[in-house]
């Protein structure tokens, strides 16, 4: 059992058709009333890092912002049934075209195994394969991909013979809120919606998985949080992430848990979650890494945003095309405050 091996054989990954993140700006530039808050948004939003985010929700007639009339956020706020309503109606879609595009690389039939944060029923009868075993993740945010992975994983290495899929799927732009809050504006300016899907099997192709690690931030409870509300999920993004994930990462131990006898000079590649510049700034500083060592996170970010739990397969996706991807470290951060990952490398 020791000996047996799990690879990530291909990823994928999709958005949907409508580019949103100018529109959100000017949306959110028009929600701030204090002109000193609305000029501190605006130059916070220029250094994001990121150029281009996206929506299943078409924009108002004339390609104007959501709230305007004819948009998804014009007059009184949509309520949770409403927004989840579009989500049991596009979510399956845009799963589903993930899945398509990992069959462009790889021949997905004998799928034994389903892995996705929800509408897991609606995709394998899609698939045509109603009795696979499925797994449901949910309610895990951005390390959720983590999870599913991590899962399959497990799958693999139990049975030898199993092919499993993981997908995940996130339309964040359901949950826009209206507020002045300038922390709640940052926050919703770094999400976007995305789907990924991914192929798990004993075949020795693609990305070797090993050293599954989960290590908790200390008294960081409050830090990431989401609620569901009257008018869809109210996220809860502190200001504070950022300083207490660099602090964690220079700490000794965490480093133990994350390099797991891999010496800092024999890691090469890095996957970490692109949840927003200043979370790359602080993994890139707690961990003391060179300039450049997060460059596909940062390309994912840039041109699709923060897609939650799709947007780790976005970066493995790819490091898992480069020929000189070497050992490498997949690193997300989630509600808890917690760091879920696990290493990787090309296979042999």
């Known amino acids: ?10 990823l994928a990954g999709v958005v949907p058709e409508h580019d949103v993140h100018k529109l959100f700006i000017d949306w959110a530039e028009g929600q701030v009333e204090d ?15 990121i150029e281009h985010r996206w929506s299943v929700l078409p924009p108002a007639p004339g390609g104007l ?6 948009g998804f956020y014009h007059g009184e706020a949509p309520g949770t049934a409403t927004r989840m309503q579009l989500y049991a109606e596009e979510a399956p879609k845009l799963a589903l075209a993930a899945i398509e595009k990992l069959r462009e690389q790889v021949e997905l039939g004998g799928i034994t195994g389903f892995v996705a944060p929800g509408v897991d029923q609606i995709i394998a009868r899609a698939l045509g394969i109603p009795d696979v075993e499925r797994t449901l993740v949910g309610f895990m945010g951005c390390y959720a991909a983590v999870s599913a992975l991590r899962t399959a994983y497990h799958i693999v290495r139990s049975e030898p013979e199993a092919r499993v899929l993981a997908v995940t799927v996130e339309l964040c732009s359901l949950h826009l809120q209206e507020t002045q809050q300038l922390e ?31 290590a908790p931030l200390e008294d960081s409870a409050e830090l990431i949080q989401w609620k569901v509300g009257d008018t869809g999920f109210e996220m809860t993004l502190s200001g ?26 024999q890691v090469t590649s890095w996957a970490v979650h692109a949840g927003g510049r200043s979370i790359l700034d602080a993994v890139e500083k707690g961990l003391e890494l060179p300039q450049g060592s997060l460059w596909a996170s940062r390309d994912v970010l840039a041109r699709y ?22 050992k490498g470290v997949a690193i997300a951060f989630g509600p808890g405050l917690a760091a879920e990952g696990f290493h990787f490398e090309k296979a042999a």
């Open 305 to 326: 945003g923060n897609m939650s739990s799709a947007t780790l397969m976005f970066v493995l996706a790819e490091l898992i095309e480069r020929p000189d991807t070497g």
């Open 1 to 10: 059992m020791s000996n047996r091996s799990a690879f990530i054989n291909a």
């Open 240 to 265: 504070e992430v950022p300083g207490r994930i660099q602090h964690a990462l220079a700490d000794e131990d965490t480093r133990k848990t994350l390099y797991n006898g891999w010496g800092p000079d």
């Open 65 to 70: 912002p959501h709230n305007r009339p004819g």
């Open 35 to 49: 002109p000193r808050m609305r000029k501190l948004f605006m130059r916070m939003a220029d250094r994001s890092g």
């Open 184 to 214: 709640s504006l940052l926050a919703m300016l770094q999400f976007s919606d995305g789907a990924a899907a991914a192929l798990v099997t004993a075949e020795p192709e693609g990305l070797e998985m090993s050293h599954l690690f989960s």
